[in-house]
């Protein structure tokens, strides 16, 4: 059975889609289109340098830099709430453990008597 691959969006040869870095319009077969603003890059230009058309979607250096950030600012939001969460259970421990010293020191012990034979 025939199995179709998708490739990175390039150039057709009647767009005028420069590369971004160099300026240039030539070698439009080498020209990658960004799947998410449309921006082309050479593939020689971008580093490193990609020798191969890539499979599935390509995304810009700027775009890919900006769903790092986005991804790195959602974990951290994550963590900041597993952080105050961690922080109200160490308080709570902290607390108990004042409330136990404090029974043991308000209500001594019941010292057992010598037993006599």
């Known amino acids: 059975e025939k199995v179709?691959?998708?490739h990175a969006r390039t150039r057709a040869k009647d767009e005028e889609f420069p590369c971004k870095k160099c300026g240039h319009g030539d070698h439009p077969e080498w020209i990658l289109l960004c799947d998410t603003c449309d921006v082309g890059w050479h593939a020689s230009c971008l580093r490193p340098p990609l020798m191969v058309?890539?499979?599935g979607?390509?995304?810009c250096p700027d775009c890919n830099h900006k769903s790092l950030l986005?991804?790195?600012e959602e974990r951290m939001?994550?963590?900041e709430s597993t952080l105050k969460k961690a922080e109200?259970?160490?308080r709570r421990?902290?607390?108990l453990a004042f409330i136990n010293?404090?029974?043991s020191n308000a209500m001594p012990a019941k010292k057992k008597e010598p037993v006599k034979k």
Request: proline share 4%.
């Open 57 to 59: 979607d390509w995304f």
């Open 70 to 72: 986005s991804a790195l």
């Open 93 to 95: 421990k902290e607390r």
């Open 77 to 79: 939001t994550e963590f």
């Open 88 to 90: 109200a259970e160490k």
């Open 4 to 6: 179709t691959v998708k």
């Open 53 to 55: 058309i890539p499979e």
């Open 101 to 103: 010293i404090s029974l």
